[in-house]
C-alpha cells in the first residue's frame, strides 16, 4: 500500500495545477508534464540499483549514497543527451 501511495505523483499534480491557476495556461503545465516524461528512466536508477546492492550485502547508508550518486549521474547524463539532440529540459 505504501508503494502505491509514494507512486502517486501528488508533487508533479499539485505543480501543473499550481501553474494553470498563476497563468491560466495549460502551456506551462504541458511544458511540466513533458519534462517529466524525459526524466522517468533516470529516476528508476534508484529504485533499481538500492535494493541490488541491498540484496548483495551492502549497508544501507552505502547502498543509498551509491544510488542517489548513480541517479544524479544518470539525470546529468540523460540532460546531456537530449541536448545534443535539441531537446531542452
Keep these: 500500500m505504501g508503494g502505491i501511495l509514494a507512486a502517486i505523483p501528488l508533487v508533479s ?5 499550481w501553474m ?4 491560466s495556461s495549460s502551456t ?7 519534462s ?14 538500492f535494493p541490488i546492492l541491498i540484496k548483495k550485502g551492502l549497508g544501507f547508508y552505502p547502498s543509498m549514497f551509491i544510488s542517489i550518486s548513480m541517479t544524479i549521474f544518470a539525470y546529468y547524463s540523460v540532460i546531456f543527451i537530449l541536448d545534443k539532440f ?3 529540459l
Excluded: C, H, Q, R
Aim: glycine share 4%; net charge neutral.
Design 28 to 34: 506551462k503545465a504541458v511544458e511540466f508534464s513533458n
Design 20 to 23: 494553470y491557476v498563476d497563468t
Design 36 to 49: 517529466i516524461v524525459w526524466l522517468i528512466a533516470p529516476s528508476m536508477t534508484l529504485f533499481i540499483v
Design 86 to 88: 535539441g531537446i531542452k
Design 13 to 17: 499534480i499539485l505543480a501543473m495545477t
